[in-house]
C-alpha cells in the first residue's frame, strides 16, 4: 500500500472481491431491492428468543451464504472485521462465537460496512492474511428498543427520523481475483457540527460525509467525474440533500452520479420510513444486492462507497452532547489495470 | 507482512514503537507502579461533569503525552486506532472528537490495545500509513454504572470480580526508528468455554488466552522459553491460575515467564481489588508504564503481549447467555535482526 497525503491510500496490490452476500427482513424484501437480496426473513425475529439474537442469526446466514456463493468453509478465512450497533457489539460477537474465524472486532457504527472493508483490505493488500471477509448488520428492532423506545410503547417518530434497517452484509476479500477491487481507501476523522438532535443523524453525518470525500478527491487528484457513482451511506434523503448543498456551495454539482443508501434501500413514500434507511446493514445491504452486481455486471467500473457513522449513545444525548460523526471511503473498480488513481 | 499457517503473521517490515504514553486513575496511582506513570489523576473526575467526559478526558491525556514525548503533534498521524468498553465506545469517540486524526474505531473489550497495535501495525507495516497510534481506555466510575450497579448502590463485590482499571494508555508507532518492534501477531478467535458469571471474567477470559498463546507458538513453531515474557491483560489472579493449569495440564510450564496486567496493577491484599484489575485501561497502563519501558532499558528482549476480553454485554447476561472472549496476542522485541520469528 502506498500513503497519498495524509487520510488515503492506495491499496497496489489490489484485493479482490471474491464473493458478498446479505439477509435481509421482512420489510426490506418489499423494498424497490425486493428482487436482489440472497435472503429475505419471513419473520424478523428468526426463529429466535430475542431480538438480539435475530440479529446474529441474520448476520451468520450472511456470512455463510457469502461462503457458499465463494466455494469456501469459514475454516478457509484468516480474518473476519466486524462490528454492530448493539452495546459491546454483542449481535457480532455471538454470531462469530462458534464460528472460529480470527475476529478483529470493529465500532464505526453505521460506516462499518466501509471500515470492514479497509481493515480487512490492509490485511491483505499488505499479505497479513488471505482471505479475509467484512461484516456488519443491524436489526430494527433490536436498535429501536436500545436506542428510542420499547416497540410496544408506539413512539410516535419525528420527519428526520430514519428507519434502522434489519439487514446485514457480508463481503470477502482474496488477494487475487478477477475483481471487483479495491483500489485505494480514505480514512475519516471524527467531525461535528454540533447537530444534538438524536433524530436527525443525516443532518448529523453529513459533514463527515462531505469532508472525506472532499479529502479523497484533492489527495488523489480527482474530480466526482472519476466515478460512476459516489454513494454515502447512510444519510437518507436529508442528509443526502445537506450532502449535495454542501457541495453545491464548492461550486461541484454532484449531479446523478451521487447517491445514498438511505435512500435506496426503502421506497420511503410508500414504506413509510420517513427521512430514509439507516443501520449498519443498510449499506451493507445495498452494497451486496445492487453496487457489487452492478460492478459485476459491468454497468459501474469506479465505485465511491462512503459509509457514514454517528458515534453518539443514548447517553451522550442524555448528557447534552452532540453527535460526533465519521465517514470512511472505499474506492472499488472493476479494472485492476485502470490507472485513474496511482 | 507474511502469513504464517491461519491465525499468525510476520510484520516483515517491523513497526517502531516511537512513543507511549499513560494516565490513570487516583487508585491506581496508589499501587505498585505509583512511580512509572506518566499522568496520576488527582481526582477521578479530572474535573468535568460526568464519568464518561472524565473517561474521554483521560484519553485526550495519554493521547497527547504520547505525542508530546514523541516529538509529534496530531497532524503527524495518519491514523488512530481506538475503542473502549463504554457503550458506542463513546469514551474513544469523544476524546478524538476535536483531534483531526483519521480514526478507525475498534470495539475488543479488554483486548483493545492489542487489537489497536495489530491494526494499526498491519497499516504501517503495508505502508498505508507512516505514524500511526493505538489508544484506549476505561474508567471504573462509568464502568460499574454501565455494567454493573451505580456506584451509590454500595452493592457487594464478589470473591471472582476484578476492579476495572481507571487508565487510559497510548502507543505510536513509525515505519522505522529504533525499536521497541511489533515483530508478529496472531489474531484470536472467539471462545466460549460456557461460563454465564458475569462476575468471573477472568475464568471466561483464561481459555481465548490458552488457545490464541498455544496457537502463536504453534505457527510459529516457539517455546514458551523463546519469550521473555508472556503477558497476559486481564485475566487476574484466577484467570492467571486457569492459564497455568491449562498449559500444565499440556506438560508445558510456563514458570515465570508468565504474568498477568490484571496482577500487575494494584496490589490486590492492601487495595482491595479482589481477584486483581480489569477493563481496556489495565493491560495498556501496565504496558506503557512498565513493559514499554523495560524493553527499552533492555530488561526484556522478547515480549508476547496478549489482550484478553469478554465480549458480553449485561444484555446477553440478562438473556442467560455465557460469555464469548477473545485474546489477541502481539511479539513485540527490541532487535529488529532478531531471526526467532520468521
Redesign the interface.
Known sequence: ???RR??S?VF?SAPSIRSWACAVGKKEGKGPLKNDFDLVLSDDQAGE??W??AESALQKMALERALSKGGLTA?DL??ICG?D??????GT??A??????????????CSTMA?SL??SG??I??????KAAGITSSHFASAERQYRFPLVYGGQRTPTAQWTATASGCVILEQDGPGPYLRA?T????T?WGITDANNMGAAMAPAAYQTIRTHLEEFNLTPEDYDLIVTGDLGYLGRSVVQDLFAKDGLNLDDRYDDCGTLLFDAARQDVHAGASGCGCSAAVLCAKLLPMMKEGKLRRLLFCGTGA??????TQ?G?SV?A?C?AVSICTNKEDTWIT
Open positions: 500500500m502506498q500513503l495524509r487520510q491510500f497496489t428468543p430475542s438480539e439474537k475454516d484468516n480474518l462490528g450497533l448493539l452495546n459491546q457489539c454483542i460477537s455471538y462469530m462465537r462458534d464460528m472460529r474465524i480470527p475476529f478483529l472486532g470493529l465500532y464505526g457504527a471500515e479497509i481493515v490492509m490485511a493488500s499488505g499479505g497479513a492474511v488471505k481507501a480514512v475519516g476523522c471524527i461535528d458515534l453518539l449513545s443514548p447517553l451522550t448528557q452532547e460526533p465519521i470512511h
